[in-house]
């Protein structure tokens, strides 16, 4: 029962590490203004509204490996045979995204590409599920 309950916390830990990691990535080659940094949430909008396509797909990236990682880490914990704990985190990050999304004037690619990522949550959980059956 611990697990099952450890397996939220670990699965988003886990995909948290991602994303920053991959945005701190994609803010190394693309550097946000400063002043988006430190919170100014004006600063970011407009960095957002004329970032190069490369910018914001980083993000996507980060959402696509943290959902895997995520969806993995959450079922190996589990160890429960489900994908429970892993659609739990999936719905999680994507609550997260999507009210990110309305904050933040993101084009209609990001959105979908945005909502779709997170079922990547399962392949993550299926490859966990497949490896620890052997």
Known sequence: MLRRILAVPAGLIAGIICITIVE?????V???PAAAGNGDMEA???YIASAPFMA???????????ALVSGFT??????????????????????ITI????????PIWFWIL???TWGLVFVGSNIALRTSKG
């Open 99 to 106: 009210y990110m999304m309305f904050s933040l004037p993101t």
């Open 74 to 95: 959450a079922s190996k914990v589990a160890n429960n045979g489900k994908h429970t704990s892993a659609a739990v985190c999936g719905v999680i990050f994507l609550c």
């Open 114 to 116: 945005g909502i779709l």
């Open 44 to 46: 970011m909008k407009e």
């Open 24 to 28: 701190k990535i994609g803010h190394s």
């Open 30 to 32: 693309y550097p946000p």
């Open 56 to 66: 914001l797909f980083f993000v996507i990236i980060a959402y696509a490996l943290a």
